[in-house]
């Protein structure tokens, strides 16, 4: 696999110096998942350095880029919405740029649609395509036509991209990219491409660094980090590459994000046990509680695998917590088969769930399965999953309560004058008393509210 090293576009700097009076200012905002976000923070870090500025409102921007997700049929109309409401921006201020990139822009329909029915969108470049936007906007301010760029598959990895991230404590590292599962119903891997790693030093190098730099709370990126290392000329694992990071000295914690059950192994278990960084939290998203639902999903575990590996995570951690994600509805799903889904959860006890009604995406496998059941039997599971949740996230509070935990605190509380901080198991604490934002700061669980906790600076 190629790696292409970024080297900074020195024409197009001098192109935007010239062709603005002032810095011109750039406002992102980047839909969809951690990936995206990071994608997002790559796109600032490549425009600010041939010269643009950052806006923190799209009122100000010469330049904006909405960096898209196409999971859910919501989140792209989500988009169609946003975009559609900048046509008066750009009637006011005609110079304005109008960009869309991400995940959407992956797809060769939705590049139509834009050129078809979004004249005012000026520029349309896809996930493969961040390290190659200096020569697009220079094509676009040479030509005035618009530049849409039809989707393209790349497989190199782009290291050395300059970055600008929203977080002075708190940092996103992609270790690998794409995905190669194909689960039946998400559109992930037609729009990010195959599953491809980064080579371990250049992980490590970026680790330090962000270390160095101060960062507290570092989360490891990928569609199944679990995977990492496949293709890769040197010989390693996910579990390898933990705790090659972990010797890292330092104040600091790790998270990684997402992992796939059926690439979950004891050995990351262990790994996270034996570790003086890595977070006490798993994201194990399990989609359904049924055996039947998952085979037709293409998850290629059973619920007995599932529960055997958190059964053995809960012995050798008893303090650590749970994540995962639920779809409801997937084509075919029965009563049956989502009241096995209710039952795992009650058995996991999960601190947080992320529960979506099943979308259809075209060009998936599930696109075609027969779909019988009504929306509104749909959204009737989901309230009875929210239900259960309540109970589940109260009783763990619960247990949190009278205990003093390290947490990072990352800003303004809900209530006036509190400050809210994550604690290592992703739990949130909300609590009174002054403390530095992007430092750890030991803190009294006094209480629950919600899914929140509410403490005191102990
Ligand atoms: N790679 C990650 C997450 C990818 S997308 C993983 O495997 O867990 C994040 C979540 O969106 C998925 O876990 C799934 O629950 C949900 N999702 C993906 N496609 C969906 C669809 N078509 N309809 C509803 N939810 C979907
Ligand atoms: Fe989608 Fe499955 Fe890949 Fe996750 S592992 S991104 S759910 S195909
Ligand atoms: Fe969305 Fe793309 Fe992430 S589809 S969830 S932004 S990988």
Redesign the pocket.
């Known amino acids: 696999m190629e790696t292409i090293r970024f080297t900074k576009n020195e024409a197009a700097a001098r192109t935007i110096a010239a062709y603005y009076d002032t810095p011109p200012m750039l406002y992102v905002h980047s839909f969809g ?1 951690q990936q995206n976000v990071n994608d997002g923070e790559k796109i600032k870090g490549v425009l600010t350095d041939i010269g643009f500025g950052l806006a923190a409102r799209p009122e100000d921007a010469d330049l904006i880029v909405f960096n898209t997700c196409a ?2 049929e919501h989140a792209e109309q989500r988009v169609f919405g946003n975009v559609g409401a900048l046509k008066g921006l750009k009637e006011a201020n005609p110079k304005l740029l109008i960009a869309v990139s991400g995940c959407m822009a992956q797809q060769k329909e939705i590049v139509e649609k834009f050129k078809k029915h979004y004249p005012f969108v000026d520029i349309v470049f896809g996930v493969n395509g961040i390290d190659t936007l200096p020569d697009i906007l220079c094509e676009k301010l040479a030509t005035r036509k618009r530049v849409l760029r039809m989707p393209a598959e790349r497989g190199e990895i782009i290291e050395d991209m300059p970055i600008r991230r929203d977080s002075t404590f708190r940092a996103w590292l992609p270790i690998m990219y794409g ?1 190669d ?1 194909f ?1 039946s ?4 891997p037609y729009v990010r491409g195959r599953e491809r790693s980064r080579a371990s030093a250049d992980i490590l190098r970026e680790f330090r660094q962000l270390v160095a730099e101060g960062y507290k709370d570092i989360t490891l990126l990928g ?2 980090v679990n995977s990492y290392g496949k293709g890769l000329p040197e010989d390693i694992t996910f579990a390898a590459l933990l705790r090659m990071l972990d010797a890292v000295p330092g104040d600091y914690r790790i998270r990684f ?2 992992s ?1 059950p059926k690439d979950a192994t004891r050995e990351l278990i262990d790994t996270i046990a034996n570790s003086a960084h890595i977070s006490r939290h798993l994201h194990l ?1 399990v ?1 359904s509680g049924s055996n039947s639902i998952l085979a037709q999903m293409n998850r290629k575990y059973t619920v007995e695998d599932y529960l055997s590996l958190i059964a053995y995570a809960k012995r050798r951690m008893p303090e650590m917590t749970y994540s995962s ?3 409801v509805g997937f084509p075919g799903e029965t009563e049956e088969d989502f009241c096995a889904t209710e039952t795992l959860i009650r058995e996991v006890e999960y601190m947080q769930l ?1 529960t ?6 075209t060009g ?1 496998a ?1 696109a075609s399965m027969p779909d019988p059941t009504p929306h509104k039997e749909k959204t009737q599971r989901i309230a009875r999953v929210l239900a259960i949740q309540e109970q589940v996230v109260a009783k763990l509070g619960g247990a949190m309560v009278g205990k003093t935990v390290r947490a990072l605190v990352e800003g303004p509380g809900r209530e006036e004058g509190t400050l809210t901080a994550r604690l290592d198991n992703n739990m949130t604490v909300d609590f009174a008393g002054g403390a530095p934002v992007g430092e750890f700061a030991d803190v009294r669980v006094t209480g629950v509210r919600g899914a929140m906790l509410k403490g005191e600076l102990a």
């Open positions: 998942c999971v859910r995905c599962n689960c119903y998400c559109i992930v569609q199944n994000m997402t796939h998203p989609q994600d639920i779809i992320f979506f009604i099943y979308s259809k995406r998936t599930a």
